[in-house]
């Protein structure tokens, strides 16, 4: 279920029958001429929308704030300066306080179970994320768990796999008449992509995350039904 959409008391039936709660790590960023501005939240909100089919709970709005923008990670800022329409926040310190914040809000409302699922995966945000999950689960404030999507697939930016997500998530959302750009991130030619390997690559993907959401919610007293 979508957190927005929802009534009292439909909140209130989850919390009693499956407290979890999905969220969705996008962004709002550059993504070459055939993506749109929003890729990594829909692919964020895709999968969650697929863990909590199998899990029920409920999705939340994707999270468009984010940090390490493309190029900034490896100095090249007059790269990602051009990069139109990236808003990225560039305060580690912001993000942390407002993920702890979060958290603290989804326990305080009821949830057991957070998890995060992104779509946008900078390693400062992977860091904070992680380490935000294993001190609330530790304190036992909301068992949180953080899905690294890039232990199954290859990471690029608007390049072969991240066309190749959105083909097989959000096909309604990738121009195929669009010329792409010289993309220093996409590492392998978006033309190597295809619905056919979309639809296969993001299949195994969402294999893998059931498995590892039923291990987390099984090893905290929530067996997989």
């Known amino acids: ?17 499956s407290p979890i709660v999905y969220i969705p790590m996008g962004s709002l960023e550059w993504h070459d001429n055939h993506l749109p501005f929003g890729t990594d939240s829909f692919i964020a909100v895709a999968l969650s929308e697929r863990l909590c089919q199998k899990f029920d709970g409920v999705v939340l709005p994707p999270q468009f704030m984010y940090i390490n923008g493309i190029g900034r990670e490896a100095g090249r800022v007059y790269e990602y300066e051009k990069a139109l329409g990236s808003l990225d926040l560039k305060d580690e310190e912001i993000y942390e306080r407002y993920l702890r914040l979060l958290l603290e809000e989804l326990a305080r409302t009821g949830f057991k179970y957070a998890i995060f699922v992104p779509g946008h995966v900078g390693q400062p945000e992977r860091d904070i994320q992680e380490r935000l999950a294993k001190e609330f689960t530790e304190k036992e404030i909301i068992n949180t768990l953080y899905i690294y999507i890039y232990a199954v697939h290859k990471g690029d930016h608007a390049g072969k796999f991240e066309t190749a997500m959105m083909q ?6 990738v121009r195929s008449d669009a010329e792409p750009v010289v993309n220093p991130w996409a590492y392998e030619p978006i033309s190597d992509a295809s619905l056919d390997f979309g639809r296969e690559h993001v299949g195994k993907l969402v294999d893998w995350m059931i498995d590892e959401t039923a291990k987390f919610l099984a090893a905290h007293g929530r067996p997989a039904s």
């Not at 097989?168 to 959302?173: A, E, I, Q, S």
């Open 168 to 173: 097989g998530l959000r096909p309604d959302k």
């Open 1 to 17: 279920m979508n957190y927005a959409e929802m009534y009292p008391s439909e909140l209130e039936k989850v919390l009693e029958e």
